[in-house]
């Protein structure tokens, strides 16, 4: 079998024709499976033996979550989805097509309760300062990393974010972010932010911008085009390795970083859940218990009757 698409295409023939599957049920499987399809694209996989657990659980999760182009899925639906990847896998490992089956330890029921994986206030800031600003791709990835870090913005939202969305007047500096379901709301950006957008703006996207047709988009790729969510993952791992974190980083523990961070510097829940984007506080306050096992972690170190 070769590539992803075909694997898919040779497993839906085999429910058809050896399982003799309802025409109905090899649609939905068409449907779920391309959604999984889809899903790997973005995670540069292009290979059934390129995916591993991690992988799985991702694609779980990004179903539970929605992005700008789709709805979040509930649990039963996530399940119905995850069903037919696991079939996929498991044939591939009775065709002797894949080595392992990387759904063998995923969970099938309701997600636990998952704490967000923050990283360090250093590694943060260590992070958004590792692009040198010099040159476009240099000068870009600064601003991206710090509006990314510095707004909490998902990165389908990065993606989609247009030049009349800002407002950088020091005043008033903010930006007009669009979120799930069509919800808008305007978060304002800090200094660190604004100045690394003002050099990009200025130096940068104009040079971008004469290698394409990147229209209203503020972030370009080297080809003048509105930058892609494989182009923010590629400016972040990136980053990640000039400033020698070894961790796993996404655009998503950013916006888990941009929560934790403001919660433990003194935030109440209410201003972290707006400018989020949650639609309920019960969302947020998961990050609530990052901050409680932190003050757990120093209480016990600093308090000298903390361990009896």
Known sequence: MTGLEGSIGEYLDYLAVERGAAKNTIESYRRDLTRYAEYCRGQGIAEPDQVCLNHVMGFAGWLRGGDVDHQPLSDSSVSRMMSAVRGFHRFLVRERASESDPTAGAATGRRPRRLPKALPVS???ALVEAP????????????????????????????????????????????LLRGKGGKQRLVPVGRSALAAMEAYLVRARPELARHGSGGPAVFLNQRGGRISRQGIWGALKR???AAGIEREVSPHVLR??????????????????ELLGHASVTTTAIYTLVTVDRLREVY??????ALG
Not at 134 to 148: H, Q, T, V, W, Y
Not at 256 to 273: I, K, N, P, W, Y
């Open 132 to 175: 040198q600003p010099e040159g476009c791709a240099g000068l870009r990835d600064r601003a991206l990393l710090e509006f990314l870090y510095g707004t909490g913005a998902r990165v389908s939202e990065a993606v989609a974010l247009d030049i009349d969305d800002l407002d950088l007047s020091p005043a008033s500096a903010s930006v």
């Open 256 to 273: 888990h970083s941009f929560a934790t961070h403001l919660l433990e510097g003194g935030a109440d829940v209410r201003t972290v859940q």
């Open 123 to 125: 590694e943060a800031i």
């Open 239 to 241: 980053s990640a390795r």
């Open 300 to 305: 016990i170190t600093a308090h000298p009757r």
